[in-house]
């Protein structure tokens, strides 16, 4: 049963941290349409790592290309706490940011007590756009700060899965 990517009734907190939580949601469950819902746009930016070896991405399809398409058929857990939500009443911009956690393993193999993993701990910073044309909040700027990685990274390197 296919759901509404947008749910009613929240408040403007609430939708805001509905974005990020669909865009997660959409890596870990795969849903490519639940993961564009939660972008304003071909006309984003995503970035990965804030020193000289950060990952730009300078654009939605990009972002597909290099986060969806690699990390949604991995059996992943994508999560955000501590969220602080920074928006002025009636304005259509928005900044959150939060706390993240992020565990990685290769298709089919999340369930193996001593499969390869990759967990990844950092910050969100994210920069939100009210839609004028639907009253969604989306993702317009998207920066992760890793802070701390542990296990196999080599499970992100490499060509994405076939599909």
């Known amino acids: 049963m296919a759901s509404s990517y947008f749910l009613s009734g929240l408040t403007t907190r609430e939708s805001i941290l509905d974005a990020m939580t669909r865009v997660l949601v959409a890596l870990d469950q795969n849903d490519v349409g639940l993961f564009n819902s939660a972008w304003a746009g071909e006309d984003i930016l995503a970035?990965?790592?804030?020193?000289e070896n950060k990952k730009v991405l300078p654009n939605l399809s990009v972002v597909r290309k290099v986060v969806f398409d690699?990390?949604?058929p991995m059996d992943t857990t994508h999560s955000f706490t501590t969220p602080r939500v920074h928006v002025e009443e009636g304005a259509d911009t928005a900044v959150l940011?939060?706390?993240s956690l992020a565990?990685?393993?290769p298709v089919g193999r999340g369930k193996e007590p001593d499969g390869?993993?990759?967990l990844v701990g950092g910050e969100y910073t994210v920069d939100m756009v009210k839609d004028a044309a639907d009253g969604q909040w989306k993702i317009k700027k998207w920066i992760l700060k890793i802070n701390w990685a542990q296990g196999d990274n080599s499970i992100l390197d490499g060509p994405p899965p076939a599909r």
């Open 47 to 51: 970035q990965i790592g804030v020193d």
């Open 70 to 72: 690699r990390i949604g």
């Open 97 to 99: 940011t939060a706390v």
């Open 103 to 105: 565990q990685h393993c």
């Open 116 to 118: 390869p993993k990759y």
